[in-house]
């Protein structure tokens, strides 16, 4: 699709191509120029934009643990991996029936 630039008016973006780029209305996009090539690119919003202060602070304590280290293992082998996933089914099937 082309369009003629005018003067007075902003650029607008054709309905099919927003459509086609998957781009809805709220998203924030950002203008790249290089030489005579102009990209449209869409501006992802910062992992602190989608939660609360309360969920960012539980979400930062899980993810301190995890940088601890692993919780099981490190295992030498793949058999000795399945075999302790195993035994691990087996300890949650026999406490569940315990419950």
Known sequence: ?????????????????????????????????????ISIVPKLPAPDDD???AQRRIIDARLDDAEKGPFHGPF?????AIKFLHKEIRARKNKRKAS
């Open 76 to 80: 030498k082998t793949a058999g000795e």
């Open 51 to 53: 939660y609360t202060p």
């Open 1 to 37: 699709m082309t369009i003629t630039v005018k003067s007075k008016a902003d650029l607008v973006v054709p309905p099919s191509v927003r459509r086609l780029a998957g781009l809805k209305p709220g998203d924030r996009v950002e203008f790249r120029v290089s030489g005579s090539v």
